[in-house]
C-alpha cells in the first residue's frame, strides 16, 4: 500500500512509519517539523527504503490536495503534542485539530481517498463515571481543549463516512510512552533532575493515575486492527489494561536515574494543570479480542520509557 502518515516524523509517528515499512509499504510523511524530528527517520532514508518526506503543514490545504492522489490509507497523528499548551495558546487545538483533520479529510475527498485510521484520545471520555472506560461510554464531556478538539475531529471522520462513504479506524490512545519521547511526565521528570539532581517537583498530589501503553505496542496495535477489522467506523481504546499513579513514575524514574538521595517533592492538589483527568482507566478487552496484545503493561512501559529516555536526554552527561 501506499500510505500517508501525518505527523510521520514525530514520536508516535516515527514508530508507526518504522512498522508500515517493515511491512512492506512505501510511506509519504507529512510532517511541518514543528515538534517531529527528521532524525527519527533518517534510518529510513540512509537505507533507502520507500519513506519520502514532505515539510508542509496541514494547514496548507494545497500542498496537502496535491500529496494525496494515489494514497491508498492516511494515518492521521499530527496534532498538537502538548495538552497544557491550549491553556495559554486557546486556538492551538481548533487550528492544529480540528481545521488540520477537516483539511486532511477534504484532499481525501477530491483525491478519492476512501481509509483514513485516526489517532484519538482517551480525554475524550473527560472525567468518566465508569471505568475502566469501554469505547461505548457516553456521552462524552472533554475537559481540555485537546480532548474537544479530538472529539471534534471524531464527528467529522463519522460525518465523511456518512457523506462520502469513507472508511475509518479511530484509535482512543492511552498515554503514550516511550523511545524517541518528546514531551510528557517522563520527560518532565527526567529534564527536571538533569537540571537539579537532588530535587523532583511533581505537578499535584501524585495520586493522578492512568493507563499507558509502549508506544511500538500503540503503533503495532494500530496497524494490526486497520489490517483485521472491516466496519465502515471501527473504534478502538488502545492501552495495557492498567493505570500507573504518578507518584510511582516519580519514583520509577529515580529508581532508574541511580541519583542518591533525591528529594521527591509535590505541588499538591488532584490535577497537575488545568484540564488534566486525575484519574483514567480503559477498557482494552476489544483489542485484546482482536488478537493484539501489548508487550508492557503500564508500569512496564514507564521502566522501559525511563531507561530509554535518560540515554537519549543523556542525564548523567
Same mark, same amino acid.
Not at 188 to 195: A, P, T
Not at 197 to 206: K, M
Not at 290 to 304: A, L, Q
Given at each position: 500500500?501506499?500510505?500517508?502518515?501525518?505527523?510521520?516524523?514525530g514520536f508516535?509517528?516515527? %514508530?508507526l512509519?518504522?512498522?508500515?515499512?517493515e511491512?512492506?509499504?512505501?510511506?509519504?510523511?507529512?510532517?511541518?517539523?514543528?515538534s517531529?524530528k527528521? %532524525?527519527?527517520? /533518517?534510518h529510513h532514508?540512509d /537505507?533507502?527504503?520507500?519513506?519520502?518526506?514532505?515539510?508542509?503543514?496541514?494547514?496548507?490545504?494545497?500542498?496537502?490536495?496535491?500529496?494525496?492522489?494515489?494514497?491508498? *490509507?492516511?494515518?492521521?497523528?499530527?496534532?498538537?503534542?502538548?495538552i497544557?499548551?491550549?491553556t495559554?495558546?486557546?486556538?492551538?487545538?481548533l487550528k /492544529?485539530?480540528?481545521?488540520?483533520?477537516?483539511?486532511?479529510?477534504?484532499?481525501?475527498?477530491?483525491?478519492? $481517498?476512501?481509509?483514513?485510521?485516526?489517532?484519538s484520545?482517551s480525554?475524550?471520555?473527560g472525567?468518566?463515571?465508569?471505568?475502566? $472506560?469501554?469505547?461505548?461510554?457516553g456521552?462524552?464531556?472533554? +475537559?481540555?481543549?485537546?480532548?474537544?478538539s479530538?472529539?471534534?475531529?471524531?464527528?467529522? *471522520?463519522?460525518?465523511?463516512?456518512? $457523506?462520502?462513504?469513507? /472508511?475509518?479506524? *479511530?484509535?482512543?490512545?492511552?498515554?503514550?510512552?516511550?523511545?524517541?519521547g $518528546?514531551?510528557?511526565?517522563i520527560f518532565?521528570?527526567?529534564?527536571?533532575?538533569?537540571?537539579d539532581?537532588?530535587?523532583?517537583?511533581?505537578?499535584?498530589?501524585?495520586n493522578q493515575?492512568?493507563?499507558y501503553?509502549?508506544?511500538?505496542?500503540?503503533?503495532?496495535s494500530?496497524? %494490526?486492527?486497520v489490517?483485521?477489522?472491516?466496519?465502515?467506523?471501527?473504534?478502538?481504546?488502545?492501552?495495557?489494561?492498567?493505570v500507573?499513579?504518578?507518584?510511582?513514575?516519580?519514583?520509577?524514574?529515580v529508581e532508574?536515574s541511580?541519583?542518591?538521595?533525591?528529594? *521527591?517533592?509535590?505541588?499538591?492538589?488532584?490535577?497537575?494543570?488545568?484540564?488534566d483527568?486525575?484519574?483514567?482507566?480503559?477498557?482494552?478487552?476489544?483489542?485484546k479480542d482482536?488478537?493484539?496484545?501489548?508487550?508492557?503493561?503500564?508500569?512496564?512501559? +514507564?521502566?522501559?520509557t525511563?531507561?530509554?529516555?535518560?540515554?537519549?536526554?543523556g542525564?548523567?552527561?
Open positions: 500500500m501506499r500510505i500517508l502518515v501525518t505527523g510521520g516524523a508516535v509517528g516515527s %514508530h512509519v518504522d512498522i508500515l515499512v511491512d512492506g509499504n512505501s510511506v509519504v510523511v507529512y510532517d511541518n517539523l514543528s517531529g527528521p %532524525h527519527f527517520l /533518517q532514508l /537505507q533507502g527504503s520507500p519513506v519520502e518526506i514532505v515539510k508542509a503543514d496541514l494547514l496548507d490545504l494545497d500542498t496537502l490536495k496535491e500529496n494525496m492522489p494515489g494514497i491508498d *490509507i492516511v494515518f492521521h497523528l499530527a496534532a498538537n503534542p502538548d497544557r499548551l491550549g495559554e495558546v486557546t486556538d492551538t487545538d /492544529q485539530g480540528t481545521i488540520a483533520t477537516y483539511n486532511v479529510l477534504e484532499a481525501m475527498r477530491l483525491a478519492g $481517498t476512501k481509509k483514513i485510521a485516526f489517532a484520545s480525554v475524550v471520555y472525567e468518566a463515571s465508569v471505568m475502566p $472506560t469501554p469505547e461505548d461510554y456521552p462524552l464531556f472533554p +475537559i481540555s481543549l485537546y480532548g474537544a479530538k472529539l471534534a475531529g471524531e464527528g467529522l *471522520i463519522s460525518a465523511w463516512v456518512g $457523506t462520502f462513504s469513507l /472508511q475509518a479506524w *479511530i484509535f482512543r490512545f492511552a498515554n503514550v510512552v516511550g523511545e524517541r $518528546t514531551h510528557g511526565v518532565d521528570f527526567i529534564h527536571k533532575l538533569k537540571n539532581p537532588t530535587r523532583l517537583e511533581v505537578l499535584g498530589d501524585g493515575a492512568k493507563s501503553i509502549e508506544v511500538r505496542d500503540c503503533a503495532r494500530m496497524y %494490526h486492527l489490517c483485521t477489522t472491516d466496519a465502515a467506523i471501527n473504534y478502538y481504546n488502545l492501552g495495557s489494561g492498567d500507573c499513579s504518578v507518584r510511582r513514575i516519580a519514583e520509577i524514574v532508574e541511580g541519583l542518591p538521595e533525591v528529594s *521527591i517533592e509535590y505541588t499538591g492538589g488532584s490535577r497537575g494543570w488545568a484540564g483527568v486525575p484519574q483514567a482507566s480503559l477498557a482494552v478487552d476489544r483489542m482482536s488478537g493484539i496484545t501489548p508487550t508492557f503493561d503500564s508500569e512496564g512501559s +514507564i521502566r522501559h525511563a531507561r530509554a529516555l535518560i540515554e537519549e536526554i542525564l548523567h552527561d
